[in-house]
Structure formats: C-alpha cells, structure tokens
C-alpha cells in the first residue's frame, strides 16, 4: 500500500484546505448570527448558501461519490483525506461541498438503485444542492439496532403503495429544503426471510398523510445547521407504485449497500474533529497558567495532547486501509475492517474530545467553544450507522469462525 497522496488528491488537498480557512472557519459565526435571526430556526443561513456556490465554483462538490456521471469520480482512498479536513467544521463544511449525511447516502442509493424516473426527478436536484433528503429507518417502539425489528407497513393497494408507521432521528427532515423520504418498512411482514421482508419507497414530503412531528435533540442539541433530527409520522402515506426503489424485498440489502459507505464517510470526517480538537488544546495549553506554569508544562496536559496524536494517526491509517480495501476488493472484502473503524473512530474521537473539553475547564462545556458540539455528534456515532455492539458482535462471529 503506497502512503503517498497521487496528484489528484494533493490538489483537492489544497485547494479544500484553502477553501476552509478563507471560507468555512470565518463563516462559522456568521452562520450562528444569521441563524438567530430566521423566522425559523431551520432556515438555511444565507451564509450557507454562498459558501455552497463557491465550492461549485472551485470544483469542491460532490466529492463523496465514486460516479464520474454523477460526482467527483474520486477513489474512497482518494476522498478520504478531503472528507477529513470538512470533519474540522462538521456541521458546515459538508454541507458546503454537498458532502452531508443523510443526503450523500441517499445519492448513492439513487445512483446504484433508482430508475431513470427516479434519477431524474430527485437525484438531480439532490447533486444540484437545490433540495435536501433524509432516510426513514429507524424507529422509536422497536430496538432499530437489529434492522429486521422495523414495523412499518408499506401495502400494495392497487397501484398504489400505502404507508403507516412511526420514526423518529430521522437526520435533515426540520430543514424545510427537505423534500423526500427514503422510507424503509416491510412489503412482506410474514415472509420466511426476514432479510426479504423491508422495501425501500419514495415518499415526498408533502404527500398527505406525513407528518414531521417534532424535533429530537442529541444532549440538548437540534442541530439546526444539519438540518436537525425529527420524529416523522407516515399515517396512510400514499404513493405510486413506481417510487420504489429496486425491486420489493430488497430493502435490506439497499440498505446494508447504503451504510457501507456512509460508516467510512463519518470515520473520515470524525479524525478532522479530532485533528481540531487537538489543536484547540494545544492552543489552551499554551495560553493559560495554573499552579504557576503554563497548562503546556503540567505532565497530565501533555500527556493527553501526546496520546491523542498516537491515536489520530492510528486511527487515519485504519481508516486508509480501509478506504484501500474497499477500491481494491470491495465493500464485501473490507466488511471486517468497515466494523472496525466504526468501532474504534467514534470511541476514540469522543475520548479525546472529553480530554479537549476538560482542558478548557466551563468553557469546554459552553457554547464559546464548538468542542461540546462536536461531542455531542461523536458520540452520536457511536449509535448511528448500528451501535458499536452490534458491530463488535458480527466481527467477533467472522473471527470465531476459523477456529469452529
């Protein structure tokens, strides 16, 4: 495995690493300012949308997906350091490339599975940065973790499909550009496979029957610049048949393609939180004395400053080979090493984040400082994409195997 970044890469490199510091980093209070002022706290700041134009404008868009036709055409070991430097403004950089969960899954589940139709009424306007989308799996009455539990109806009524159910953390549905649901339920509730059993529908937002009820916070937060996180109703939900995508029954594997991708994205962006809040300590340390030196000469400080960069480099070349693997053998092949970023990223990025929040003492806590958000969004990701356990189970079955 070469190290070395090819051409292609170092230039997006820096371009997007002059892009955050001439753009992003000084956008980020502005956005707040512009945000408290909106009729609506999930209104887009107008910041937002001029941050978005001028990456259209340097080439910085669609980074994310492997399809030349649709994106960037970029490898996954390509993409990898770039999704790592937007992770140092996770709630706006994103965004600004159009490189945000959910949408970026939701794109690729219409690029790989949608037809024609499909494609051209929402991926389009997705790729454009014109409209945002959220994806309807995870439920409030059933444990999600085990994604066969799922108990929405989708029932074939005629042309027609017909959906009931309730859903709640579905990601981007306050933001009023959202326009469509990828809604997961189950076509064949008694089917002998239970992997058989889900399909995956179109369903508009406005579609009559839809409800987005309620926001759901994570620690205290809404998280207004991704759109928040909502409780979403589907009461008697009618669409046409045609909004399915792919083929009845194939919910399941739609969705296992989907979070393939999606659980390397957030690794990769979790190391650019960890990067920024190593360097907010190290910018702490130096600046403040207590008991008489500065907190850069106390042995614990340096300690947890000296750690966190053997962990972020540990991390990133895990992260790397995996992004290898995944170009090289497939997702399949990279199954075990997928399971394990997603265990160790999220875990480890949340440690030293916690380290990074004690240094600042209260102002780690406040709102002074972006750390106690990013906290709130690691360790978010210890649950989304499937909690760790879950994960760890699996890893742990494909390892006993060779010795059963």
């Known amino acids: 495995m070469d190290f070395a970044f090819d051409a292609r890469t170092e230039e997006l490199r820096a371009k997007l690493l002059a892009f955050m510091d001439e753009y992003v980093h000084p956008a980020e209070p502005v956005a707040e300012e512009q945000r408290a002022a909106l009729a609506s706290p999930w209104d887009t700041p107008a910041v937002v949308e001029e941050l978005k134009a001028e990456a259209r404008r340097q080439g910085l868009w669609n980074l994310f997906l492997p399809d030349a036709e649709y994106g960037a055409g ?33 794109m690729e589940v219409l690029a790989q599975f949608g037809n024609e139709q499909q494609r051209k009424q929402w991926l389009e306007p997705l790729l454009a940065g014109e409209i945002r989308s959220a994806f309807a799996m995870t439920e409030p009455e059933v444990a999600s973790s085990d994604a066969t539990n799922i108990t929405t109806h989708i029932e074939r009524d ?21 326009r469509i649901f990828i809604v997961m ?8 496979d239970i992997r058989r059993q889900q399909s995956m529908v179109l369903v508009p937002r406005d579609t009559p029957g839809v409800t987005v009820r309620r926001a759901m ?14 409780e979403v109703v589907f009461d008697h939900a009618r669409v046409p048949v045609s909004n399915l995508v792919g083929e009845e029954g194939g919910g399941f594997a739609i969705a296992q393609a989907r979070l393939g991708p999606g659980r390397i994205h957030h690794c990769m962006r ?21 008991f008489g030196k500065a907190l850069a000469q106390q042995g614990v400080v340096q300690n947890w400053i000296a750690d966190a960069r053997v962990t972020v480099e540990q991390l990133r070349l895990l992260v790397l080979k995996t992004a290898w693997l995944m170009d090289t053998v497939g997702n399949k092949g990279a199954h075990t090493e997928i399971q394990a970023i997603k265990i160790a990223t999220p875990r480890a990025v949340v440690g030293i984040l ?10 780690g806590v406040s709102q002074d400082f972006p750390l106690a958000e990013l906290y709130a969004s690691a360790r978010t990701l210890m649950l989304a994409d499937g909690p760790d356990e879950v994960h760890q189970r699996s890893l742990a079955r494909r390892e006993l195997k060779k010795y059963l």
Request: with cysteine; proline share 7%; charged share 20%.
């Open 158 to 178: 005629g042309d027609e499909y017909v959906i009931t159910g309730r859903k709640w953390y579905i990601s981007g549905a306050m933001n009023p550009d959202c």
């Open 217 to 230: 916070q994570v620690f205290g937060y809404e998280d207004h610049s991704h759109g928040g996180h909502a």
């Open 185 to 192: 339920g189950k076509t064949d509730p008694d089917g002998p």
């Open 354 to 363: 916690d380290r990074a929040i004690q240094l600042h003492g209260a102002g």
């Open 270 to 290: 979790l190391i650019g939180m960890a990067e920024r809040a190593i360097e907010l300590m190290c910018r702490r340390a130096v600046s403040r004395n207590a």
């Open 74 to 106: 970029l490898t996954n070991l390509q993409y990898a350091p770039l999704a790592e430097i937007t992770g140092r403004s996770p709630h706006l950089a994103p965004t600004a490339t159009n490189c945000a969960a959910p949408d970026t899954g939701n």
